[in-house]
T-cell receptor, first 113, second 109 residues
Protein backbone atom coordinates (compact mmCIF):
# COMPACT_ATOMS: atom_id res chain seq x y z
CA UNK A 1 0.00 0.00 0.00
CA UNK A 2 1.48 3.34 -1.07
CA UNK A 3 2.09 5.91 1.61
CA UNK A 4 4.43 7.11 4.30
CA UNK A 5 5.83 4.92 7.02
CA UNK A 6 7.23 6.31 10.26
CA UNK A 7 9.16 4.46 12.95
CA UNK A 8 9.05 4.12 15.83
CA UNK A 9 5.37 4.67 16.60
CA UNK A 10 6.17 5.55 20.16
CA UNK A 11 9.35 5.98 22.18
CA UNK A 12 10.37 6.99 25.70
CA UNK A 13 13.83 8.48 25.81
CA UNK A 14 16.16 9.72 28.51
CA UNK A 15 17.30 13.33 28.23
CA UNK A 16 20.68 13.64 26.57
CA UNK A 17 20.24 10.57 24.38
CA UNK A 18 20.43 10.63 20.61
CA UNK A 19 17.35 9.56 18.68
CA UNK A 20 16.52 9.16 15.00
CA UNK A 21 12.94 9.08 13.76
CA UNK A 22 12.65 7.29 10.45
CA UNK A 23 10.39 8.26 7.56
CA UNK A 24 10.02 6.44 4.25
CA UNK A 25 7.62 7.15 1.39
CA UNK A 26 6.94 5.12 -1.73
CA UNK A 27 4.98 7.71 -3.71
CA UNK A 28 8.07 9.21 -5.35
CA UNK A 29 7.17 12.61 -3.96
CA UNK A 30 9.83 15.28 -4.28
CA UNK A 31 9.02 17.29 -1.16
CA UNK A 32 9.13 15.95 2.39
CA UNK A 33 8.53 17.61 5.74
CA UNK A 34 8.88 17.04 9.46
CA UNK A 35 6.34 18.64 11.79
CA UNK A 36 5.79 18.52 15.50
CA UNK A 37 2.32 18.76 16.99
CA UNK A 38 1.78 19.97 20.54
CA UNK A 39 -1.51 20.45 22.38
CA UNK A 40 -3.03 23.85 21.70
CA UNK A 41 -0.59 24.70 18.94
CA UNK A 42 -0.74 24.27 15.22
CA UNK A 43 1.58 21.95 13.38
CA UNK A 44 5.05 23.49 13.40
CA UNK A 45 7.53 22.82 10.64
CA UNK A 46 10.92 21.57 11.84
CA UNK A 47 12.77 20.87 8.60
CA UNK A 48 11.85 20.27 5.00
CA UNK A 49 13.36 18.97 1.79
CA UNK A 50 12.20 20.14 -1.63
CA UNK A 51 14.08 17.38 -3.43
CA UNK A 52 16.66 14.69 -2.77
CA UNK A 53 19.99 16.19 -1.74
CA UNK A 54 18.55 19.44 -0.37
CA UNK A 55 17.15 20.38 3.03
CA UNK A 56 15.93 23.56 4.69
CA UNK A 57 15.06 24.87 8.13
CA UNK A 58 11.48 25.40 9.18
CA UNK A 59 9.97 27.34 12.04
CA UNK A 60 11.50 25.31 14.91
CA UNK A 61 14.73 23.67 13.69
CA UNK A 62 16.92 24.01 16.81
CA UNK A 63 17.99 20.67 18.29
CA UNK A 64 17.02 18.73 15.15
CA UNK A 65 18.81 17.70 11.99
CA UNK A 66 17.72 15.94 8.81
CA UNK A 67 19.22 14.37 5.72
CA UNK A 68 17.80 13.49 2.32
CA UNK A 69 20.15 11.07 0.65
CA UNK A 70 17.45 9.74 -1.69
CA UNK A 71 13.85 10.43 -2.69
CA UNK A 72 12.27 7.91 -0.35
CA UNK A 73 13.91 8.52 3.05
CA UNK A 74 13.92 11.57 5.30
CA UNK A 75 15.16 10.77 8.82
CA UNK A 76 14.95 13.28 11.67
CA UNK A 77 17.68 13.20 14.34
CA UNK A 78 17.65 14.64 17.83
CA UNK A 79 21.33 14.87 18.73
CA UNK A 80 20.78 15.28 22.47
CA UNK A 81 17.14 15.06 23.46
CA UNK A 82 15.60 17.50 25.95
CA UNK A 83 12.19 17.31 27.69
CA UNK A 84 10.82 20.19 25.56
CA UNK A 85 11.14 17.89 22.56
CA UNK A 86 8.39 15.69 23.97
CA UNK A 87 5.80 15.82 21.19
CA UNK A 88 4.11 13.96 18.39
CA UNK A 89 6.19 14.09 15.23
CA UNK A 90 4.64 13.80 11.79
CA UNK A 91 6.47 13.21 8.56
CA UNK A 92 4.69 14.34 5.39
CA UNK A 93 5.27 14.47 1.67
CA UNK A 94 3.88 16.22 -1.39
CA UNK A 95 4.50 15.83 -5.08
CA UNK A 96 5.51 19.47 -5.47
CA UNK A 97 6.58 22.32 -3.23
CA UNK A 98 3.73 24.65 -4.21
CA UNK A 99 0.89 22.35 -3.26
CA UNK A 100 -0.56 22.19 0.20
CA UNK A 101 -1.94 18.70 -0.26
CA UNK A 102 0.31 16.81 2.09
CA UNK A 103 0.30 13.11 2.81
CA UNK A 104 1.14 12.37 6.43
CA UNK A 105 2.66 9.42 8.19
CA UNK A 106 0.91 8.03 11.25
CA UNK A 107 3.13 9.94 13.64
CA UNK A 108 5.80 9.15 16.21
CA UNK A 109 4.99 9.93 19.84
CA UNK A 110 8.21 10.84 21.63
CA UNK A 111 8.53 11.34 25.38
CA UNK A 112 11.80 12.73 26.75
CA UNK A 113 12.29 12.28 30.48
CA UNK B 1 3.51 38.03 12.35
CA UNK B 2 1.49 35.32 10.71
CA UNK B 3 -1.61 34.08 12.45
CA UNK B 4 -4.40 31.59 11.90
CA UNK B 5 -7.40 31.70 14.26
CA UNK B 6 -10.08 29.09 14.64
CA UNK B 7 -12.30 28.09 17.56
CA UNK B 8 -10.80 25.60 19.97
CA UNK B 9 -13.86 23.38 20.28
CA UNK B 10 -17.39 23.08 18.90
CA UNK B 11 -20.27 20.75 19.65
CA UNK B 12 -23.02 19.73 17.23
CA UNK B 13 -25.78 17.16 16.95
CA UNK B 14 -25.82 14.15 14.66
CA UNK B 15 -27.70 14.97 11.47
CA UNK B 16 -27.26 18.72 11.86
CA UNK B 17 -25.05 21.27 10.07
CA UNK B 18 -21.97 22.92 11.56
CA UNK B 19 -19.77 25.74 10.29
CA UNK B 20 -16.15 25.99 11.44
CA UNK B 21 -14.59 29.41 10.87
CA UNK B 22 -10.98 30.31 10.18
CA UNK B 23 -9.47 33.78 9.94
CA UNK B 24 -5.94 34.42 8.85
CA UNK B 25 -3.24 37.06 8.60
CA UNK B 26 -0.29 35.88 6.55
CA UNK B 27 2.55 37.18 4.43
CA UNK B 28 1.00 36.58 1.07
CA UNK B 29 -1.55 33.97 0.08
CA UNK B 30 -1.24 30.93 -2.14
CA UNK B 31 -4.23 28.96 -1.00
CA UNK B 32 -6.16 27.82 2.05
CA UNK B 33 -6.47 24.20 3.10
CA UNK B 34 -8.64 22.21 5.46
CA UNK B 35 -7.51 18.94 6.98
CA UNK B 36 -9.32 16.45 9.18
CA UNK B 37 -7.53 14.73 12.04
CA UNK B 38 -9.12 11.99 14.11
CA UNK B 39 -7.73 11.56 17.62
CA UNK B 40 -4.43 9.73 17.58
CA UNK B 41 -4.24 9.71 13.80
CA UNK B 42 -2.57 11.65 11.01
CA UNK B 43 -4.18 14.68 9.35
CA UNK B 44 -5.86 13.98 6.02
CA UNK B 45 -6.55 16.51 3.27
CA UNK B 46 -10.15 17.73 2.91
CA UNK B 47 -10.23 20.82 0.69
CA UNK B 48 -8.32 23.58 -1.07
CA UNK B 49 -9.47 27.11 -1.90
CA UNK B 50 -7.43 29.66 -3.79
CA UNK B 51 -10.21 31.75 -5.36
CA UNK B 52 -13.11 33.39 -3.56
CA UNK B 53 -16.26 31.36 -3.30
CA UNK B 54 -17.62 28.04 -2.26
CA UNK B 55 -16.14 24.65 -3.09
CA UNK B 56 -18.46 21.72 -2.50
CA UNK B 57 -17.37 18.14 -2.04
CA UNK B 58 -20.14 15.84 -0.90
CA UNK B 59 -21.23 16.65 2.64
CA UNK B 60 -18.33 19.06 3.07
CA UNK B 61 -18.02 22.55 1.62
CA UNK B 62 -15.34 25.18 2.05
CA UNK B 63 -15.69 28.91 1.51
CA UNK B 64 -13.04 31.57 1.03
CA UNK B 65 -13.03 35.37 1.11
CA UNK B 66 -9.52 36.64 0.45
CA UNK B 67 -10.45 40.29 1.05
CA UNK B 68 -11.69 39.42 4.54
CA UNK B 69 -8.99 36.86 5.33
CA UNK B 70 -11.74 34.41 6.15
CA UNK B 71 -12.75 30.86 5.40
CA UNK B 72 -15.23 28.38 6.74
CA UNK B 73 -15.73 24.64 6.51
CA UNK B 74 -19.36 23.56 6.38
CA UNK B 75 -20.26 20.02 7.34
CA UNK B 76 -23.78 18.82 6.54
CA UNK B 77 -25.74 15.77 7.72
CA UNK B 78 -23.29 15.25 10.54
CA UNK B 79 -22.31 11.70 11.38
CA UNK B 80 -20.63 10.41 14.52
CA UNK B 81 -17.53 9.64 12.46
CA UNK B 82 -17.16 13.38 11.80
CA UNK B 83 -15.99 13.80 15.39
CA UNK B 84 -12.42 14.97 14.83
CA UNK B 85 -10.21 18.02 14.81
CA UNK B 86 -10.35 20.24 11.74
CA UNK B 87 -7.17 22.08 10.85
CA UNK B 88 -7.06 25.27 8.79
CA UNK B 89 -3.80 26.06 6.99
CA UNK B 90 -2.72 28.88 4.69
CA UNK B 91 0.13 28.75 2.18
CA UNK B 92 2.09 31.99 2.38
CA UNK B 93 4.13 33.82 -0.25
CA UNK B 94 7.08 31.45 0.36
CA UNK B 95 4.84 28.43 -0.23
CA UNK B 96 5.12 27.49 3.43
CA UNK B 97 2.02 26.20 5.21
CA UNK B 98 0.95 28.14 8.30
CA UNK B 99 -1.32 26.03 10.50
CA UNK B 100 -4.08 26.91 12.91
CA UNK B 101 -4.29 25.03 16.21
CA UNK B 102 -7.34 23.14 15.04
CA UNK B 103 -11.00 22.97 16.03
CA UNK B 104 -12.12 19.90 17.95
CA UNK B 105 -15.62 18.98 16.78
CA UNK B 106 -17.72 16.89 19.14
CA UNK B 107 -20.80 15.22 17.68
CA UNK B 108 -23.59 14.24 20.06
CA UNK B 109 -26.33 11.74 19.22
Amino acid sequence: IAGITQAPTSQILAAGRRMTLRCTQDMRHNAMYWYRQDLGLGLRLIHYSNTAGTTGKGEVPDGYSVSRANTDDFPLTLASAVPSQTSVYFCASSDSTDTGELFFGEGSRLTVL
Amino acid sequence: GQNIDQPTEMTATEGAIVQINCTYQTSGFNGLFWYQQHAGEAPTFLSYNVLDGLEEKGRFSSFLSRSKGYSYLLLKELQMKDSASYLCAVMDSNYQLIWGAGTKLIIKP
